[in-house]
């Protein structure tokens, strides 16, 4: 049997994880395995693929990024058609099942978020013998507790909260620190909470800017003169709009970023204390992915492999309750797993003093 897979999407620690999971998995199987580069573009005919071997993966585990290649824009973004649904154009559709079966691929593992699972879910709803693996360094997905790449993405945040607490307290000044999360908040949240930020603005969460100004104030007047700010890239004020860097960037939704700057222009403003801005960008997404993250995208690369060997296609690998299953890919999308406000992580984090601005 040859089996294909394909990583779409923004890269993620831990992808190259999962590549090896599923090469030395099918390996002992005797399958042949074909990596297609750069996500669903590889797909288009004649297609662009390596041949996976373990020679081939062997050490690629703890490397960031993905030997693969992958995109969040070309061919197979998803445009709303006709019926109001978001799908890949039919043509372009055609075009990989084409490769597919020139190639003789007997099974397709994609590996992705929500908008790269749809199309998996697209495909498969053709009869292309579809698996998902979820990948999201957001955590936002459906139907799976964690996703590789969350670990290693807020453990960033930790390490730069760690460094910016030292420049905050010295200078007395508030810090604002801008991280990844159109959505969800998840990494602002677990990020704000390992690093001991005061103030988390999650885009769940609204929050009005008086209110995270009087908490800085009350911390000066209790001798706390530093304030450590974490700001979800899609939080929001409560009458404002999200910040955007481009309106309708290049694969096409807005491409986020600013909220930071204005956060810490307002703090600066409301409070009159010095306050800096720090945007954290795509070093969330780089480097080498936690030991966590190299043992989930290990495990779900094997599980991957063996839904294959049971003929479950239509399924996602799926993490609940330390135990790695499978879920049909159809509850994973379309709608995502954000933070809830009243829930007990956010209760704890209130409860440690933490002011969301609410
Ligand atoms: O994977 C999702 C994400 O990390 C978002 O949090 C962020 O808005 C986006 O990727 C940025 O992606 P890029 O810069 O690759 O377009």
Known sequence: MRIGILNSGGDCPGLNAVIHGVVGAASRLGWEVIGFRDGFEGLLPPGDYMVLDPSRTVGIMKLGGTILGTTNKGHFVAKIGEGGVAEVPQEIVEKAKTTLRHLEIGALIVVGGDGSLTTGLQLYNQGVPVIGVPKTID??????????????????????????HTTAESHKRAIVLEVMGRHAGWIALYGGMAGGADVILLPEIPFNMNKVAEAIKQRDAQGRHSTLVVVAEGAHWETGEIVTKEKVGSKGEDRLGGIGDRVAVAIQELTGKETRACTLGHLQRGGAPTALDRILGLRFGVKAVQLISEGKFGQMVSYQQYHVGSVPIEDAVMKLRLVTPDSEIVAAARGVGVCFGD
Do not use: E, P
């Open 139 to 164: 955590n936002d997905l459906q139907a799976t507790a964690m996703t590789f790449g969350f670990d290693s993405a807020y453990a960033t945040v930790v390490d730069a909260l760690d460094r910016l």
